[in-house]
């Protein structure tokens, strides 16, 4: 039934992985906001888990991402498949535009067209979360946060879902946006809060380091790390970023990342660190060999895992979200015709 533009749409299993022929010859729009409401930090890690071991059993090709410079902004896109559903996701966004676009992938027809404004940050979360459950030290208690900013919440809540955290250390330039954070995420992450005065404090007592900034010049150096650790960086995805010195990856046993392809291209400090002989492509693995494994019995002791943010993450977030406007009968907009 549908009244003023709006569709109400049947109930319908989420878990299904048939084509969505019933709505083939329409479009449904949906809002950032109506995002918010379909799905949370535990299911997006356990969406994104499923995805990796998929693309360990190589039912997902994808397209890494891609610039494409303008005048004054830049075009990002990327695009993934999935055979189990046998449907296109194609994530591109230009400044504050962010979307994906969902394609039958038997009929060509596209299903949906998400607002990523919400969804892209939650599901660079759940990937770490995803690391974090596979690379962290064994009973990891003290999670370190440096760049208390938009990502980091989630990067937060990720880990706390996937790790039994006792304490979280925090260290950001500015005063006010450490206590900020703070006062904000103990409303969401159930731990004991600490406010770092500097990153080597942070380093020193870390299990788990997360790194998620927007800095062209490294801010962690490594220099007070823990005999076992996993540092993860989540804002170094362009060549020209970086987050880690040379010296803090010349320590790690192991360097781990979310697609490869994605790391060659954008992960400026994997680029920097393998230009200068201290790392080798060869020898930096994906993250789906781990979920593939299992949880190891034993863990190297420093790992660096580099997220990159990649179109096979959209979809499994993406796909979700359809699935659940659908099942919960929301009022989504529609389009006939495009």
């Given at each position: 039934m549908s009244a003023g533009g709006f569709l109400f749409l049947p109930e319908c299993n989420p878990w299904a992985i048939e084509p969505l022929e019933d709505?083939?010859?329409?479009?449904?729009?949906?809002?950032?906001?109506?995002?918010?409401?379909?799905?949370?930090?535990?299911?997006?890690?356990?969406?994104?888990?499923k995805m990796f071991l998929d693309r360990a059993s190589g039912k997902i090709r994808g397209l890494p991402r891609r610039r494409l410079k303008g005048n004054e902004k830049q075009l990002n896109i990327m695009a993934a498949w999935h055979q189990g559903y046998d449907l296109f996701c194609l994530r591109a966004y230009v400044a504050q535009a962010n979307t994906v676009t969902l394609y039958n992938g038997k009929s060509g027809q596209i299903q949906a067209i998400i607002n990523m404004g919400y969804l892209s940050s939650l599901r660079t979360g759940a990937a770490t979360g995803v690391a974090a459950k596979y690379l962290a030290p064994a009973n990891s208690k003290t999670l370190g946060v440096i760049?208390?900013?938009?990502?980091?919440?989630?990067?937060?809540?990720?880990?706390?879902?996937?790790c039994r955290i006792e304490r979280i250390m925090v260290f950001g330039r500015t005063p006010k946006r450490r206590k900020?954070?703070?006062?904000?995420?103990?409303?969401?992450?159930?731990?004991?809060?600490?406010?770092?005065?500097?990153?080597?404090?942070?380093?020193?007592?870390?299990?788990?380091?997360l790194v998620s900034t927007d800095s062209t010049t490294p801010v962690a150096d490594g220099q007070n790390l823990k005999d076992q650790v996993l540092v993860a960086s989540?804002?170094?995805?362009?060549?020209?970023?970086?987050?880690?010195?040379?010296?803090?990856?010349?320590?790690?046993?192991?360097?781990v990342t979310d697609?490869?392809?994605?790391?060659?291209?954008?992960?400026?400090?994997?680029?920097?660190?393998?230009q200068a002989g201290i790392a080798r492509w060869d020898d930096v693995a994906p993250l789906e060999q781990f979920?593939?494994?299992?949880?190891?019995?034993?863990?190297?002791?420093r790992i660096f895992f580099q997220s990159n943010g990649i179109a096979?993450?959209?979809?499994?977030?993406?796909?979700?979200?359809?699935?659940?406007?659908?099942?919960?009968?929301?009022?989504?907009?529609?389009v006939t015709e495009i």
């Open positions: 709505y083939k010859i329409m479009a449904l729009i949906i809002s950032e906001p109506q995002t918010r409401k379909l799905i949370d930090m535990p299911r997006a890690v356990s969406l994104l888990d760049g208390p900013g938009w990502q980091a919440t989630f990067q937060v809540e990720a880990v706390a879902h996937a900020e954070f703070i006062k904000q995420m103990t409303k969401i992450v159930q731990a004991e809060w600490h406010e770092a005065s500097s990153v080597e404090e942070v380093e020193g007592a870390s299990d788990i380091l989540i804002g170094a995805n362009a060549a020209v970023k970086h987050e880690v010195s040379r010296n803090l990856i010349r320590q790690m046993d192991l360097i697609d490869l392809a994605a790391a060659k291209a954008d992960s400026g400090d994997l680029i920097d660190a393998c979920a593939a494994a299992g949880a190891p019995q034993s863990r190297l002791k096979d993450e959209d979809l499994a977030v993406g796909r979700y979200v359809l699935e659940q406007a659908k099942k919960k009968k929301i009022k989504v907009r529609r």
